[in-house]
């Protein structure tokens, strides 16, 4: 593995082809035999840092349309939370499921699962019918892993029956030193930016353009009003930046002063400390407070000068579904891809069918939109919102971070980059944006 990053490190990338595929890699992986680990345990006592584990792994056959990739570095997203957690289920009954598709996908279903949907590194070789990427090319990866052998899937990829997220309902992920993926998750690397920075946006910025700003999704437009819950994090950093940028006006909620503070800085003006106001959106386990859900509507109007909700940009789930579907205005849209607190929603279906509003589920993104979101990022137009990176070793704590809610925006993971801030072909374009590509940085 150390000619691989060496070759990489001394800008070698034409050699890169040339050298060995090693037989076995490190990676971050959970096990089948501790999948139980947790059990009974609340969900916030269950922690990553031992349930994830650096270990290293034989390297998986290289099939046609696939490549693997030297990862040079990662980030974690809440799905290997979830994975890590074993909640809501053990991703090991999806790769138990993948693994009865075919005889090449049988590889996917082992006793440990490779976790992380996010990459950036170096192509080290291409499998047969592979003709759009070479060994040596600069690449991110989206996480959509599609078969396309069904009609279904072919106007919109993420209709495909056999869609599948990368590294969470796959095996072989981002978060390691090698990754197998399919030729069509790849993407241009952003020249500008360093290996931890390119490899922090591509899920959640994926997902916050289709959800946001594509027309399979909310199909915001300008002076849209949008509600983005959790605007400093993970999804709701890009939302928000989406929103800036559509001329739209976003109304941002975070939960302390400093994440006010963060949204602030990139540009946003209403802003909505939901730990300051105190909103109780449930009076007890079972029953809602809709006196609660008019306070929050009211703060909007105050912020927004009388202006109601055209947009809810949805992920917490259960806690706020019901102030989202009540705040969003007359045909208003709750466009909506998570339940971080439960997946049981309920709301005042009265509110929803006479003011005709629409609940939209959205997930992941097609390639087209995975792209589209990438190629804002390489243009400068969106930055990625990188605070912390982590070595490797720590992956179990860069989780538990995100678990708890302590980070902003997102966490790294370095991989193969022995340190940080390498990576960077386009020094003109990085100075253009430094502040912006800093701003979330040491917060
Ligand atoms: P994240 O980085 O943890 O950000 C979520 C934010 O939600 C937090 O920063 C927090 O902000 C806010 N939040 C947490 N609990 C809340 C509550 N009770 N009420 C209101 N706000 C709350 O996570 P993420 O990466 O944005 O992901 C969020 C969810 O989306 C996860 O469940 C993830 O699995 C899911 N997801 C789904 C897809 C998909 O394709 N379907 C893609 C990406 C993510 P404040 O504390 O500042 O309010």
Redesign the pocket.
Known sequence: MNDIRDAILADQLDAVGGLAVPESYRAVLVRKDEQDMFEGLPTKEKDPRKSLHVEEVPTPELGPGEAIVAVMASSV???T??TSIFEPVSTFGFLERYGKLSELTKRHDLPYHVVGSDLAGVVLRVGPGVNKWKPGDEVVAHCLSVELEDPAGHDDTMMDPQQR?WGFETNFGGLAELALVKSNQLMPKPGHLSWEEAASPG??NS?AYRQLVSHNGANMKQGDVVLI????????SYATQMALNGGAIPVC????PE?AAIVASMGAELIID?SAEGYQFWKDENTQDPKEWQRLGKKIRELTGGDDVDIVFE???R??FGASVYVAKKGGTIVT?????GYMHSYDNRYLWMNLKRIIG???ANYKEAWEANRLIDRGLIHPTLSKVYPMEDVGQAAYD?HR?L?Q??VGVLTLAPEEGLGVRDTDKREKHLTAINRFRGV
């Open positions: 997203n809440y799905n939370v979830w997220i899920l959640v997902t819950w959790g605007a400093s994090g993970g999804l709701g909620v975070v939960s302390s994440k939901r992920h917490p789930g806690d706020t891809c998570a339940s971080t607190t959205s997930h992941f995100v809610n980070h925006g997102k």
